[in-house]
């Protein structure tokens, strides 16, 4: 256990927890939403701080990120629990576990043990993923700050739902975020998630003020996101605020608690392709397609073959100098 970050103490040994946007004020002795946050006798903890539930080397498309250190590893990791309560979540065995089972399972690993684990793997980054890094933000930003003395990049995989005071405390040592944004409207996040849809765009926001590099991903459910309307407003946000944002379009397969939802039909997943570069947004992907054209990194401007990928797999890159070897455009992202 360690103490937690970004919280403050109240009377009557309260405590407003400020890591995300659920803003959980604690009685003693109780949890956050998150489940794995503690209030012991006035003072609030992580009960995750080092247990580490999982941890594997990826390729960093798999998070997705596609104009992130095309074809390198990334070092991934995670522990128990989430600040949402997803009824289609893919990860609810470790996500939900708190919750779900009153447990906290993990194996112990320092900052500098999973440092030096990512550096032996040859991966180019760390990445906080699988459950919602914002949770355990204390093992994430001690690690993200030793990692970059070591030349390593950090990355979240996020719902987006942390506050602007824990943007600002890991600011300078986080580097590319996929933030899901998981609809467009109040009430799939409130019945859905558990959670409002207002705080998410603020984080998109701040993140590119910050200087991350943000790629956005978006699980399209079928009946209860894939509508047209909502699909032009979630693009249209994109696009006005920076075109250049690429777009995951996923497929949805049941899982967890929404097994009555047939899978995505892959004609879903191109008409939201094309509402995406209609409202003019340059990049948009398809996700759980393997061997669509939606993999594929073309040119912006000129249309040419820049990164030729199956599945997880990148076949060709031919960025150079950040630049398309064609017509010289600048491609957006972090190439090396």
């Known amino acids: 256990m360690k103490e937690a970050y970004l919280y403050e103490k109240m009377e009557n040994q309260r405590v407003r927890c400020f890591l995300c946007n659920h803003r959980c004020l604690i009685k003693e002795g109780a949890r956050g939403i998150c489940g794995v946050r503690e209030n012991q006798g006035g003072t609030l903890v992580s009960l995750v701080y080092g247990k580490v539930i999982a941890r594997h080397v990826d390729p960093i498309e798999k998070k997705p990120l596609f104009h992130f250190l095309p074809g390198s590893r990334s070092y991934s990791l995670a522990t128990a629990g989430c600040n949402f309560r997803c009824l289609f979540c893919q990860n609810a065995d470790i996500s939900q576990m708190p919750a779900d089972r009153s447990q906290i399972w993990g194996e112990e690993m320092t900052p500098s043990m999973i440092v030096e684990e990512a550096t032996g793997s040859r991966s180019f980054s760390i990445s906080y993923t699988y459950t919602e890094p914002t949770i355990f933000f204390?093992?994430?930003?001690?690690?993200?700050?030793?990692?970059?003395?070591?030349?390593?990049?950090?990355?979240?995989?996020?719902?987006?739902?942390?506050?602007?005071?824990?943007?600002?405390?890991?600011?300078?040592?986080?580097?590319?975020?996929?933030?899901?944004?998981?609809?467009?409207?109040?009430?799939?996040?409130?019945?859905?998630?558990?959670?409002?849809?207002?705080?998410?765009?603020?984080?998109?926001?701040?993140?590119?003020?910050?200087?991350?590099?943000?790629?956005?991903?978006?699980?399209?459910?079928?009946?209860?996101?894939?509508?047209?309307?909502?699909?032009?407003?979630?693009?249209?946000f994109l696009s006005n605020l920076d075109p250049d944002i690429p777009w995951h379009i996923s497929r949805f397969h049941p899982s967890y608690r929404l097994m009555n939802v047939r899978p995505t039909p892959p004609e879903s997943i191109q008409r939201a392709r094309d509402i995406g570069y209609e409202a003019g947004l340059k990049y948009v992907y398809t996700g759980n397609l393997p061997g669509d054209e939606g993999e594929k990194t073309y040119c912006h401007q000129c249309k040419e073959l820049l990164i030729d990928r199956i599945g997880f797999n990148v076949r060709k890159q031919a960025i150079r100098d950040n630049r398309c070897p064609r017509c010289n455009a600048l491609i957006p992202g972090v190439w090396s």
């Open 138 to 236: 204390e093992l994430a930003v001690d690690t993200a700050r030793l990692a970059v003395k070591k030349g390593l990049k950090n990355i979240f995989v996020s719902n987006g739902y942390m506050t602007e005071e824990c943007l600002e405390e890991i600011s300078s040592d986080l580097h590319g975020a996929n933030v899901d944004l998981k609809a467009f409207t109040d009430k799939f996040y409130k019945e859905q998630c558990g959670a409002k849809l207002e705080p998410i765009l603020r984080t998109l926001e701040i993140m590119r003020k910050m200087g991350v590099w943000v790629e956005v991903t978006t699980l399209l459910i079928p009946g209860l996101n894939d509508s047209t309307e909502e699909l032009k407003g979630l693009a249209g």
